[in-house]
């Protein structure tokens, strides 16, 4: 057995190295690399030739003007951005790069939902937003309510319906808004921010604009003395600036929506591009401690 092996060994060992040894395929390898590199230079010569005649023109132009005049790729393919910026590498040249032109100010802020506003007239809180609130805790909205971002008031006018006549307090920055809230008691047609000495109340529920949900708060706190219900995207408390005041604010509830709202307009039709999950963050006098989490139902 033994001599079998050592037989095996001195025959496959020169075939194995007669096969393999790096003198025999290295060199047609590196053979065939220069000789492929060889014809791209060849197929390439052509765009060469058209790109040399355009001198610092942006990647894209050379690429519209070789496709134009019907040149190919080294493989028969279309001219794209890689065929161009491999033939300037041949040239010992750099691909030109682009300017960079820096949006104005505002104009990311303009694509936003909240920034189509003028666009939609205004948005409407849904009724699927509000609902499962009132029926959360119906005993946060007894005696007099405010909203003082109400629009067309729909939802005090929702309370009223349950059986709490007020007489409710509700306000508005629009003019076109003060005749839609003429049912629901005293209407106040004014900026709730800076207006003087808003009515008392013992509740407050509103959809405030999101940039001045906490100045909101703040202003509440001056005449309402009971529940506060902001309705806002649950990123309202992500922020560490926020999250400071959150603490010490008196926040007691985050109440989560069971969908997410599709604002209705005037027209009719509703904002479905909203991606925000939303809540209502509720703050109560004299609370002292962190708030509680919970889900609202829809049914």
């Given at each position: 057995?033994?001599?079998?092996?050592?037989?095996?060994?001195?025959?496959?060992?020169?075939?194995?190295?007669?096969?393999?040894?790096?003198?025999t395929f290295r060199p047609g390898i590196v053979e065939s690399q220069m000789r492929r590199t060889a014809d791209a230079h060849d197929r390439s010569r052509p765009l060469l030739e058209v790109i040399s005649t355009?001198?610092?023109?942006?990647?894209?132009?050379?690429?519209?003007a070789l496709n134009s005049a019907g040149h190919r790729a080294a493989r028969g393919g279309p001219v794209t951005h890689n065929t161009v910026a491999r033939a300037l590498a041949r040239m010992g040249e750099e691909?030109?790069?682009?300017?960079?032109?820096?949006?104005?100010?505002?104009?990311?802020?303009?694509?936003?939902?909240?920034?189509?506003?003028?666009?939609?007239?205004?948005?409407?809180?849904?009724?699927?937003?509000?609902?499962?609130?009132?029926?959360?805790?119906?005993?946060?909205?007894?005696?007099?309510?405010?909203?003082?971002?109400?629009?067309?008031?729909?939802?005090?006018?929702?309370?009223?319906?349950?059986?709490?006549?007020?007489?409710?307090?509700?306000?508005?920055?629009?003019?076109?808004?003060?005749?839609?809230?003429?049912?629901?008691?005293?209407?106040?047609?004014?900026?709730?921010?800076?207006?003087?000495?808003?009515?008392?109340?013992?509740?407050?529920?509103?959809?405030?604009?999101?940039?001045?949900?906490?100045?909101?708060?703040?202003?509440?706190?001056?005449?309402?003395?009971?529940?506060?219900?902001?309705?806002?995207?649950?990123?309202?408390?992500?922020?560490?600036?926020?999250?400071?005041?959150?603490?010490?604010?008196?926040?007691?509830?985050?109440?989560?929506?069971?969908?997410?709202?599709?604002?209705?307009?005037?027209?009719?039709?509703?904002?479905?591009?909203?991606?925000?999950?939303?809540?209502?963050?509720?703050?109560?006098?004299?609370?002292?401690?962190?708030?509680?989490?919970?889900?609202?139902?829809?049914?």
């Open positions: 057995m033994l001599d079998l092996a050592n037989q095996f060994r001195s025959f496959s060992a020169p075939a194995m190295s007669n096969s393999f040894s790096p003198k355009m001198p610092g023109a942006p990647i894209r132009d050379m690429v519209r691909a030109p790069k682009p300017p960079r032109h820096r949006a104005p100010k505002g104009a990311k802020a303009a694509k936003t939902i909240r920034a189509r506003a003028e666009q939609y007239e205004v948005f409407r809180t849904p009724a699927y937003a509000y609902l499962p609130l009132l029926d959360y805790r119906p005993e946060w909205f007894v005696g007099r309510g405010c909203d003082p971002s109400a629009g067309d008031g729909r939802m005090l006018r929702e309370i009223i319906s349950r059986g709490n006549m007020g007489p409710h307090w509700a306000s508005d920055i629009r003019d076109e808004e003060a005749a839609k809230l003429a049912d629901i008691g005293q209407v106040a047609v004014a900026d709730y921010l800076t207006m003087d000495d808003p009515p008392r109340s013992d509740f407050l529920l509103t959809n405030p604009p999101f940039t001045l949900a906490q100045e909101f708060v703040e202003r509440a706190k001056t005449h309402v003395s009971g529940p506060i219900c902001i309705l806002q995207s649950i990123g309202w408390q992500t922020t560490q600036r926020r999250a400071k005041w959150l603490r010490t604010a008196g926040l007691a509830h985050v109440l989560n929506l069971p969908k997410r709202p599709q604002w209705e307009v005037d027209s009719g039709g509703k904002i479905k591009s909203n991606v925000w999950d939303y809540a209502w963050f509720v703050f109560l006098p004299n609370h002292d401690g962190r708030p509680q989490m919970d889900w609202l139902s829809d049914n």
